[in-house]
């Protein structure tokens, strides 16, 4: 984790944005592993930050599933299923290339956290637009 905790540095001190959100997301995965939910989201709300500059769909996509994650295990199901029928209505948009192979390592773990509350955030979230969504991240909720 150390060396890709660098290589994110690296990436952010030459300019490759690009790199520097996977790796960002790379450790947020180990944080979230280790129960390091804080880092975690710092670390993803950063890569969805670069992402959303680069305008690089999938990135988002890959983030937001992260984050939906992060609020579930946080305990705020509402949101996390607004995160997720995001990525939902994302993927019902097509062209996501690499996160169709990926997907279901993100929506298995959210299984454990189906309720209500995280239902209805998912069918708020399918109508949210993709920038829309990420900005939720980091605004509190109603």
Known sequence: ?????????????????WQRTRMLRRLADWELE???????RRDCE????????????????????????????????HRAGLLWGAVEAEEDAGGLG??????????????????PDFDRGCDEGRRLPLDEAGSLVLEPLD
Request: proline letters at 1%; aromatic letters at 6%; charged letters at 20%.
């Open 1 to 17: 984790m150390e060396l890709i905790a660098l290589s994110a540095e690296l990436a952010g001190a030459i300019g490759f944005t």
């Open 98 to 115: 690499a996160w169709q192979g990926q997907r279901e390592r993100f929506a298995e773990p959210l299984r454990a956290f189906a309720c």
């Open 46 to 77: 950063e890569a969805l930050e670069l992402s959303n500059g680069l305008g690089d769909r999938i990135s988002i996509v890959f983030a937001l599933a992260r984050l939906s994650r992060i609020a579930a295990e946080s305990g705020d199901l």
């Open 34 to 40: 280790h129960g390091d939910l804080a880092g975690a």
